[in-house]
C-alpha cells in the first residue's frame, strides 16, 4: 500500500487547479510510512484522491504531483511518455531555429518536478533537483536511452536547492565519454559549451532569442555586454553588425571561452574587447570618464535568492540600470534582464522606471523579452516563468 497524504479542508485548491506542490501546512496527516522520494497519494480531507506525487519530507514542498490520474503508475513507461512528449513539442522550434542546444525538459512545465534535461548536440546533462527525480533517476536514465541512443549522458546535480530536500550535491557520468566541450548552433552562431565547468548545466539556452533581439538593434553600434559569460550576446552582435563590442565578465574562465566563440564564427577578433571586471564598478567608472556606449546588455544573474532579500535585490537592479543609462548615448538601446523568478515582472518594471527617473534620462519601453520556447510555462505552474527582460531607448 502506498504511504497517504491527506490536505486539511479548503488545502485541495491549488491541485484541483493542477499546481504540482504540495506545502507542509496543506497536509493535516499522513497515513503508512514513506520514504524520501517514495510515491504517496494524496487525498482531500474527505478521502478524495487528488493526485500521485514525491514525497519529500525535508522541504517546505513536502510532495510534488508526478500525476493527477489515477489509473497512472510511475514507472519506466511513465518517464518515457512524459520525455518523449516534451521532445516532440520542441522539434518544430528546432527545425525553425536549426539548434543543436535545447532544454528537452523544463521540470515541472513538462510534467516532471525537478528533472532538467538538455542536450548540447549529442550530450545530454541533467540535473535531478527533487527527492522525486533523485529516488527514480534508473527509470529517467533508462527512458534518456531509450529516446537518444546515439547520446552521452552526463549528470550535474551540483544545485544547493537539493540539499533543500535533504540530497547531497553530485556529479557523475551515465553513459559515454564527457567531452570538454561541445559546439552547438542557434541562429546560425556557433556557442562552445563546457559541461563540467559552464553555468546550470553549461550554457544558458533560456537567453536565444533575446540574443537574436538584441543583435536586430547592434549595427553600427559600440555594444557593452556586461555579465558576458562566454559572450553569446557579443557574439550575435557583431554578426548583426555592431561597430565594436566589449565584454565584461568576472570569470577570466567564461572571458576565454568568449574570444574563442567569435573565433568559431569567423567575427572579427578586433572589433572586441573582453575585460575581466565588477560590472557594478566599470559602469561607475565609465561614467566618471565621460565613456559612452550605443547599447548596453544587462544580464546579471539571479540578484533575488529568496523573497526576503527582494528589496536590496531590486536596489542592485536599479544601481546597473541606472549607471547604464547614464553611460547610453542619445538614442541609445538598454537590454536588461531580470532571471530571478522572485522578482516579479511588474516590478522589475517599475525598477527600470525609477532608474530612468534618478537617471534624469526619457527612456522608453520598446519590446518586453520572456524565456526561449523550449523552457515552456505551465498554466498551471506560474512560477515557472523567470525570465523578463526590455529592450528600452534611452533618449
Ligand atoms: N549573458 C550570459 C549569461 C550571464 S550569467 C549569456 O547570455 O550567456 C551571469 C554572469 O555574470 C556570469 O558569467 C558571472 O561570472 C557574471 N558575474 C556575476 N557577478 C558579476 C559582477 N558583479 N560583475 C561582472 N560579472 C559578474
Redesign the pocket.
Known amino acids: 500500500m502506498p504511504s497517504t497524504l491527506i490536505l486539511h479542508p479548503e488545502r485541495d485548491k491549488s491541485l484541483l487547479r493542477r499546481h504540482p506542490w504540495i506545502f507542509a501546512s496543506a497536509i493535516k496527516s499522513q497515513k503508512g510510512r514513506a520514504r524520501l522520494g517514495d510515491t504517496v497519494d494524496i487525498l482531500n480531507h474527505e478521502g478524495k484522491w487528488l493526485a500521485r506525487g514525491a514525497w519529500s519530507p525535508h522541504s517546505q514542498i513536502q510532495a510534488r504531483v508526478w500525476t493527477f490520474k489515477e489509473d497512472e503508475v510511475i514507472d519506466n513507461a511513465f518517464f518515457l511518455r512524459r520525455i518523449q512528449s516534451a521532445w516532440e513539442g520542441r522539434q518544430e522550434l528546432i527545425a525553425r531555429q536549426g539548434l543543436t542546444g535545447c532544454r528537452v525538459v523544463a521540470a515541472e512545465s513538462d510534467g516532471l518536478p525537478g528533472v532538467t534535461i538538455d542536450k548540447y548536440a549529442d550530450l545530454l546533462v541533467c540535473q535531478l533537483l527533487s527527492a522525486g527525480a533523485e529516488k527514480h533517476r534508473d527509470k529517467i536514465l533508462w527512458a534518456l536511452d531509450k529516446l537518444f541512443p546515439e547520446c552521452a549522458i552526463y549528470e550535474r546535480s551540483d544545485v544547493a536547492v537539493r540539499q533543500k530536500e535533504g540530497l547531497e550535491l553530485l556529479v557523475q557520468m551515465h553513459k559515454g565519454k564527457l567531452p570538454e566541450e561541445v559546439i552547438i548552433e542557434e541562429n546560425g552562431v556557433k556557442i562552445l559549451v563546457n559541461p563540467a565547468q559552464g ?1 546550470k548545466t553549461g ?2 539556452l533560456d ?1 536565444r532569442d533575446n ?1 537574436a533581439v538584441a543583435a536586430r538593434y547592434a549595427k553600427d553600434r559600440r555594444v557593452l ?6 559572450g ?2 557579443g557574439s550575435y552582435a557583431l554578426a548583426g553588425g555592431a561597430r565594436h563590442v566589449t565584454n ?4 577570466d574562465s ?1 572571458l576565454t571561452l568568449a574570444r574563442r566563440n567569435l573565433q568559431i564564427n569567423q567575427l572579427d577578433e578586433s572589433r572586441s574587447d573582453f575585460i575581466n ?4 564598478d ?1 559602469l561607475r567608472k565609465y561614467h566618471q570618464d565621460g565613456q559612452q556606449f550605443d547599447q548596453i ?1 544587462l ?3 539571479k540578484f533575488v535568492e529568496s523573497k526576503a532579500n527582494l528589496t536590496r535585490a531590486c536596489r542592485g537592479y536599479k544601481d546597473i540600470n541606472l549607471y547604464a543609462m547614464q553611460i547610453l548615448s542619445p538614442g541609445g538601446i538598454l537590454c536588461t534582464f531580470s532571471c530571478s523568478g522572485l522578482m516579479p515582472t511588474e516590478l522589475f518594471h517599475k525598477v527600470v522606471a525609477d532608474a530612468a527617473l534618478d537617471a534624469g534620462r526619457d527612456v522608453q519601453f520598446l519590446e518586453r523579452l520572456s524565456q526561449a520556447p523550449d523552457h515552456p510555462v505551465a498554466s498551471s505552474y506560474p512560477e515557472g516563468y523567470y525570465l523578463k527582460g526590455l529592450v528600452c531607448r534611452v533618449l
Open positions: 553555468h550554457f544558458y537567453q540574443r555586454n556586461c555579465f558576458s559569460y562566454t553569446t550576446f565584461l565578465d568576472v570569470s567564461a571586471a565588477d560590472v557594478f566599470a546588455i544580464d546579471p544573474p
